[in-house]
């Protein structure tokens, strides 16, 4: 089994950043894809990065592409998501995910952390 914990979501201003990090433990790391998706109230969750076991793969929601970059240390077991050019629209809590590639993770994941908080403020 895998845990998964989300830090560094907070308040933040429009055209600021901030850097999630993911902590992964247990079976089922190893050769993972992993990514994030992300909730804003009222809406549906929806897909924002993946990126493959060795980095090398990486995929982007349009609406961050540009802006956002996911990446993975395999040695400490994280991955981060660096958030630049913040908008209010990216408002939302965003989450955790794994699973065996970077492409069933951006479809459906079987893993899930508890999600980390992002408001922007305009």
């Known amino acids: 089994q895998v845990q998964l914990v989300e830090s560094g979501g907070g308040l933040v201003q429009a055209g600021g950043s901030l850097r999630l990090s993911c902590a992964a433990s247990?079976?089922?790391?190893?050769?993972?894809?992993m990514g994030w998706f992300r909730q804003a109230p009222g809406k549906e969750r929806e897909f924002v990065a993946a990126i493959s076991w060795s980095g090398s793969i990486t995929h982007y929601s349009d609406s961050v592409k540009g802006r956002f970059t996911i990446s993975r240390d395999n040695a400490k077991n994280t991955m981060y998501l660096q958030m630049n050019s913040l908008k209010p629209e990216d408002t939302a809590t965003y989450y955790c995910?794994?699973?065996?590639?970077?492409?069933?993770?951006?479809?459906?994941?079987?893993?899930w952390g508890q999600g980390t908080q992002v408001i922007v403020s305009s």
């Open positions: 247990g079976r089922g790391f190893s050769e993972s894809g």
């Open positions: 995910v794994l699973d065996t590639s970077a492409f069933v993770v951006k479809t459906s994941p079987r893993y």
